[in-house]
Protein backbone atom coordinates (compact mmCIF):
# COMPACT_ATOMS: atom_id res chain seq x y z
CA UNK A 1 0.00 0.00 0.00
CA UNK A 2 1.68 3.09 -0.93
CA UNK A 3 -0.69 5.73 0.60
CA UNK A 4 1.38 4.13 4.10
CA UNK A 5 4.83 4.01 3.04
CA UNK A 6 5.61 7.51 4.45
CA UNK A 7 4.76 5.90 7.72
CA UNK A 8 7.51 3.41 7.54
CA UNK A 9 9.96 6.32 5.58
CA UNK A 10 9.26 8.51 9.05
CA UNK A 11 10.24 5.64 11.25
CA UNK A 12 13.55 6.39 9.96
CA UNK A 13 14.01 2.58 8.78
CA UNK A 14 16.91 3.69 6.96
CA UNK A 15 18.80 5.75 9.08
CA UNK A 16 18.52 3.13 11.89
CA UNK A 17 19.66 0.50 9.39
CA UNK A 18 22.80 2.60 8.35
CA UNK A 19 23.43 3.53 12.43
CA UNK A 20 23.01 0.18 13.20
CA UNK A 21 25.48 -1.58 10.04
CA UNK A 22 28.45 -3.50 11.30
CA UNK A 23 26.91 -4.16 14.67
CA UNK A 24 25.14 -7.22 16.45
CA UNK A 25 21.96 -4.99 16.28
CA UNK A 26 21.77 -4.65 12.63
CA UNK A 27 21.37 -8.15 12.37
CA UNK A 28 17.43 -8.24 13.41
CA UNK A 29 16.73 -5.30 10.70
CA UNK A 30 18.67 -6.34 7.70
CA UNK A 31 16.21 -8.01 5.07
CA UNK A 32 13.13 -7.04 6.63
CA UNK A 33 12.54 -3.77 4.34
CA UNK A 34 10.44 -5.84 1.51
CA UNK A 35 8.59 -8.04 4.65
CA UNK A 36 7.67 -4.54 5.96
CA UNK A 37 6.13 -3.30 2.63
CA UNK A 38 4.74 -6.68 1.77
CA UNK A 39 0.86 -7.58 2.01
CA UNK A 40 0.51 -9.93 5.53
CA UNK A 41 -0.84 -12.56 3.10
CA UNK A 42 2.03 -12.86 0.89
CA UNK A 43 4.49 -13.00 3.44
CA UNK A 44 7.00 -16.39 3.17
CA UNK A 45 7.96 -18.09 6.58
CA UNK A 46 11.38 -16.84 6.51
CA UNK A 47 10.04 -13.23 6.00
CA UNK A 48 7.44 -13.77 8.85
CA UNK A 49 10.12 -14.94 11.33
CA UNK A 50 12.07 -11.68 10.33
CA UNK A 51 8.96 -9.79 11.17
CA UNK A 52 8.91 -11.49 14.54
CA UNK A 53 12.23 -11.08 15.13
CA UNK A 54 11.83 -7.19 14.40
CA UNK A 55 9.15 -7.07 17.33
CA UNK A 56 11.18 -8.01 19.93
CA UNK A 57 14.13 -6.29 18.84
CA UNK A 58 12.72 -3.13 17.70
CA UNK A 59 9.69 -2.09 18.56
CA UNK A 60 9.53 1.64 16.99
CA UNK A 61 9.97 -0.11 13.38
CA UNK A 62 7.37 -2.84 14.08
CA UNK A 63 5.03 -0.14 15.31
CA UNK A 64 5.24 1.44 12.32
CA UNK A 65 4.82 -1.81 10.41
CA UNK A 66 1.69 -1.82 12.59
CA UNK A 67 0.28 1.41 12.04
CA UNK A 68 0.91 0.77 7.88
CA UNK A 69 -1.02 -2.69 8.12
CA UNK A 70 -3.98 -1.02 10.08
CA UNK A 71 -4.65 2.25 7.64
CA UNK A 72 -4.43 -0.18 4.81
CA UNK A 73 -7.07 -2.27 6.26
CA UNK A 74 -9.42 0.98 6.71
CA UNK A 75 -8.90 2.32 3.12
CA UNK A 76 -9.67 -1.43 2.20
CA UNK A 77 -13.11 -0.88 3.25
CA UNK A 78 -15.65 -0.81 0.65
CA UNK A 79 -18.31 1.10 2.23
CA UNK A 80 -16.98 5.23 2.39
CA UNK A 81 -19.15 6.01 5.50
CA UNK A 82 -17.53 2.75 7.38
CA UNK A 83 -14.15 3.62 6.09
CA UNK A 84 -14.46 7.75 6.96
CA UNK A 85 -15.73 6.58 10.73
CA UNK A 86 -12.78 4.11 11.13
CA UNK A 87 -10.61 6.59 9.86
CA UNK A 88 -11.85 9.45 12.26
CA UNK A 89 -11.18 6.88 15.03
CA UNK A 90 -7.62 6.35 13.65
CA UNK A 91 -6.71 9.58 13.91
CA UNK A 92 -8.32 10.20 17.10
Known amino acids: MS ?10 FGAEVRERKG ?3 A ?3 KGTRFALHKNPWNLTLDEKEKLATLQRTNR ?10 SLADILD ?3 PNVARRL ?6
Open 60 to 69: AIYRGYLLKE
Open 77 to 79: RRQ
Open 3 to 12: NASPTMRSMR
Open 87 to 92: LEQWTA
Open 27 to 29: GPL
Open 23 to 25: TDA
